[in-house]
């Protein structure tokens, strides 16, 4: 059974960090691209940033650029996001999702919402 289960979601101030988790099960992690999206309500997902498999290339949108990093653990079947500087246009329910495009397979975890409040 497929699973992606985020955690480390939270209330945050302005300015502080926050750092997610996406644990996966149930399929070959180490082969699978690996991403965050988020999503505020009434809006499309969008995605905030990516990494290749094996070779560990990174995207992210331009709105995250210098401020958050994606990184995976292979061996934990684990992807994380660190967020810093924060802002409350930050503020969505982020999502963790896998892909191996070769075979058109895409997975979701349930998502945790973030929220960046003084």
């Known amino acids: 059974q497929v699973q992606l289960v985020e955690s480390g979601g939270g209330l945050v101030q302005p300015g502080g960090s926050l750092r997610l988790s996406c644990e996966a099960s149930?399929?070959?992690?180490?082969?699978?691209?690996m991403s965050w999206y988020r999503q505020v309500p009434g809006k499309e997902r969008q995605l905030v940033a990516a990494?290749?498999?094996?070779?560990?290339?990174?995207n992210y949108a331009d709105s995250v650029k210098g401020r958050f990093t994606i990184s995976r653990d292979n061996a934990k079947n684990t992807v994380f996001l660190q967020m810093n500087s924060l802002k409350a246009e930050d503020t969505a329910v982020y999502y963790c999702?896998?892909?191996?495009?070769?075979?058109?397979?895409?997975?979701w975890g349930q998502g945790t919402q973030v929220t960046v409040s003084s």
């Open positions: 999702n896998a892909k191996y495009a070769r075979l058109g397979v895409d997975y």
């Open positions: 990494i290749g498999s094996i070779a560990g290339s990174r």
């Open positions: 149930g399929f070959p992690f180490s082969i699978y691209s």
